[in-house]
């Protein structure tokens, strides 16, 4: 696997599943070596907030084209409603917290580190990861005043 270079990026992914419906991360891990011939995520949040590692951090990953280069990813279970198309914020209590926490480290460790969804890539057309989380992490910071 190539290596992932120094960390500049955070980038956080739905994995595009129904609401509410398990999906383990080795599942999910499998799915991107069928599609991708790798892994994808560096970790999955499952539903109940677990958070598994996929990729080491200096394992390079495959989940924004053309930009993987010091990209860490994030991909939650879920993101579409239970249709299984229309992009929903549908990340549980435990998975928000999760999904803080791992940020949370990640800044402390790698001080500048930008935190994206997806979508906020240029040119990414996806709703992907179904919320804003630039949006998301001011109105967590103005809860924990
Ligand atoms: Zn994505």
Known sequence: MTALGPVKFLTIHCAATP????????????????????????????LD????????????????????????????VGGVSKDNKTPKDTRTDAQKASLLTLIRTYQERYPGIVIRGHRDWPGVKKACPSFDVRQWLKQVETDHV
């Open 19 to 46: 609401e509410g419906r398990h999906v383990s991360a080795d599942q999910i891990s499998q799915w991107d070596q069928a599609r991708f011939g790798q892994t994808s995520y560096h970790w999955v949040i499952e």
């Open 49 to 76: 907030g677990s958070t598994h590692r996929t990729l080491r951090d200096d394992q390079k990953g495959a989940h924004v084209g053309g930009a993987n280069t010091g990209n860490i990813g994030i991909c939650y």
